[in-house]
């Protein structure tokens, strides 16, 4: 017999999720998930679990309750551990109640994992406090949607709207298709036509839109913004804190939807920065890093290292020193293995990588490419270099440095293959459509496979923007027929998001 986790996703933002939330999805064999779970939550899942989509909408449900009961029962008895993940909270007005007590009845374990719940999240991240101390002392929680036939009063939608309209702060969840007649129920039960209210979709999300009026032009307010599900409103004073308080929704990159071309494994840290700084993450990883196809070479050149037999070894990326270093330890030995030579690192992240593994290079040139590395390291004449590196590497450090009359040996530690791009369809439409606002490259791997899987690009956007992390990424994808319009001085991930955070704030000021 499995058991049931009934799991609450938090409002919208992914990283709202508890830990046990996580930790209990992680555990799981199936899923069953809601619509307005994201695709970053479905990350946690374990590679061979089963996902079953059993999303409602306003007008149109996947599956019954009913149904979606009995999927939770049959997966349980058939030994399977289950996650029902849940917008919100399972206990506010999440169904969760209805689902446990099928479960109970079968006689199939449950656990119930809280969520973060949207009537306080929402609020809070349109800068609006559901109580302060100078303005509310309480607040009250209602749905604007009652299930036809349910039990309640009979007058509007089954609410005692004289006891609402006393109240400091009121929230209403599933309301905007009702809007009209909460309001109105409100103004007839004695609330100031003058007191404010806001409507707010999408909230803690990135697509998170905010109207506010008074409640006597709330519903017009609505209407010339198309307002629509899902959305949580908010009636009380402290709307008015939302000029002071506002944070979410004034963040530099706020309300971008941009792609992220890294690797799978790097992916989830880009997208991690890119939505603390309010932009909308959407991953699709156009290279995957694997190891060398056969190791002779590069365990050649590690017992040469550890024999004295180089006098520099240079890193070009984390995954050289990553694969490397792995390599190094599979043979048993350390950092000693490296004390004849000199050690180089083009650009300070995998300068750290380095450090982390208890090495201090010699050499990280200013400017983060290969050829400043050139530049930097001196006459080396007669001296022998290896090389980790890509399988695809350029040839330009190679090059220069047999023009300098070193003897370089480059290695294979890792190699790079366009990814699995099962989503190549929807991110076309998404570019013609303009439904994604930039382009991150960060190697010209990326940009040339990015251009293979979608081949033919489609024609973007003119306001579509391509930020590149570097002249040489932006050189291949102006190759590839790509405009570009932010390149990175600085040429790591820090350095690109910084670059395209001043270009849009610029681009705002003008």
């Known amino acids: 017999m499995g058991t049931v986790f009934l799991i609450g996703a938090g409002p919208g933002d992914p990283g709202l999720i508890t830990v046990r939330g996580r930790d209990r999805l992680a555990r799981a064999d199936v899923v069953l998930y809601d619509r307005l779970i994201g695709d970053e939550l479905l990350q946690h899942v374990k590679p061979d679990a089963e996902l079953i989509y059993v999303g409602k909408s306003a007008k149109k449900h996947k599956l019954s309750q009913g149904e979606i009961n009995e999927l939770l029962i049959e997966k349980a008895q058939a030994g399977l551990d289950v996650a029902r993940l849940k917008g919100g909270d399972p206990f506010v007005f999440g169904r969760g109640g209805e689902e446990a007590q099928a479960l109970r009845a079968a006689g199939?374990?449950?656990?119930?994992v809280p969520g973060i719940t949207s009537p306080?999240?929402?609020p809070a991240y349109a800068g609006i406090p559901v109580t302060h101390r100078d303005v509310a002392s309480n607040f009250a929680v209602v749905t604007g949607h009652r299930r036809k036939g349910g039990a309640g009063a009979?007058?509007?939608l089954g609410l005692d709207w004289d006891a609402l309209s006393r109240l400091d702060t009121l929230v209403v969840l599933m309301?905007?298709?009702?809007l009209s007649?909460?309001?109105?129920?409100l103004l007839e039960a004695g609330m100031d036509p003058s007191t404010p209210a806001a409507l707010i979709r999408w909230g803690t999300t990135p697509q998170q839109e905010v109207v506010w009026a008074w409640l006597d032009g709330i519903t017009e307010a609505a209407e010339a913004r198309s307002m629509r599900p899902p959305a949580v409103l908010v009636v009380g004073d402290v709307v008015r804190l939302r000029d002071e308080l506002s944070w979410f929704d004034v963040r530099p990159l706020f309300g971008r939807r941009v792609l992220v071309t890294r690797p799978r494994e790097k992916a989830a840290e880009t997208a991690a920065r890119l939505r603390e700084l309010g932009a909308e993450p959407v991953i699709f990883p156009t290279i995957a890093i694997r190891p060398p196809e056969d190791w002779t070479a590069l365990d050649n050149a590690i017992y040469?290292?550890?024999?004295?037999?180089?006098d520099w070894i240079i890193f070009t990326s984390t995954n050289g020193v990553r694969f490397f270093w792995q390599r190094v330890l599979e043979h048993g030995l350390d950092a000693r293995a490296f004390a004849p030579a000199r050690i180089g690192a083009i650009g300070p992240?995998?300068?750290?990588?380095?450090?982390?593994r208890g090495l201090v290079p010699d050499l990280i040139p200013e400017q983060y490419v290969a050829e400043a590395i050139l530049d930097d390291i001196g006459p080396v004449g007669g001296q022998s270099v290896l090389l980790p590196r890509a399988d695809i590497a350029r040839p330009a450090l190679a090059a220069g440095l047999r023009e300098r009359g070193a003897e370089v040996d480059e290695v294979a530690a890792y190699r790079t293959e366009p990814a699995d791009t099962e989503q190549v369809e929807r991110v076309r439409d998404q570019l013609a459509d303009g439904r994604i606002d930039v382009l991150t490259f960060t190697s010209s791997s990326t940009v040339r496979n990015f251009a293979a899987a979608l081949e033919p690009l489609p024609k973007l956007p003119e306001e579509t923007l391509v930020a590149c992390i570097g002249p040489i990424t932006a050189e291949t994808a102006r190759e590839t027929g790509l405009p570009v319009h932010v390149s990175a001085e600085e040429h790591t991930i820090d350095g690109l998001i910084q670059a395209l955070t001043e270009h849009v704030g610029g681009m705002n000021k003008s």
């Open 349 to 356: 992240v995998t300068g750290q990588a380095l450090e982390d």
């Open 120 to 122: 306080i999240a929402v």
């Open 154 to 156: 009979a007058s509007g």
């Open 108 to 112: 199939i374990p449950f656990e119930i």
């Open 175 to 178: 309301g905007v298709g009702n």
């Open 304 to 310: 040469r290292l550890s024999s004295g037999a180089y």
């Open 181 to 185: 007649i909460i309001a109105q129920e």
